[in-house]
Nanobody, 123 residues
Framework: QVQLVESGGGLVQAGGSLRLSCVAS????????MAWFRQAPGQEREFVAT????????DYADSVKGRFIISRDHVKNTVYLEMNSLKPEDTAVYFC????????????????WGRGTQVTVSS
């Protein structure tokens, strides 16, 4: 059974930092690109960042560029999202996802999803 399990969310003040983790289990994700998306109440799921299998290429939404960093550890089968200079508008449930092709900002291209972790940024 394929599982992606996110952790690391919580409540933080504006300007603070959090690091999210996503542990993959149940199959090999060799060749898979990984990504983070987020969804705020009443809004559509939004692309945040993606990273290729090799980790050599990353892409970010303009809204988080320069503040968030995506990375992956193949030994631990884990993807991370380091979030700095957090803003109240970053408040959302954050999901990780796996894509057997190249990374994409389109959520429909992702085969596997975690259940999400809540991030709340207070002003």
């Amino acid at each position: 059974q394929v599982q992606l399990v996110e952790s690391g969310g919580g409540l933080v003040q504006a300007g603070g930092s959090l690091r999210l983790s996503c542990v993959a289990s149940g199959r090999t994700f060799s060749g898979y690109a990984m990504a983070w998306f987020r969804q705020a109440p009443g809004q559509e799921r939004e692309f945040v960042a993606t990273i290729t299998w090799s980790g050599g290429n990353t892409d970010y939404a303009d809204s988080v560029k320069g503040r968030f960093i995506i990375s992956r550890d193949h030994v631990k089968n884990t993807v991370y999202l380091e979030m700095n200079s957090l803003k109240p508008e970053d408040t959302a449930v954050y999901f990780c996802a796996a894509n057997p092709r190249l990374g994409s900002a389109n959520p429909t291209t992702y085969d596997y999803w975690g259940r999400g972790t809540q991030v709340t940024v207070s002003s």
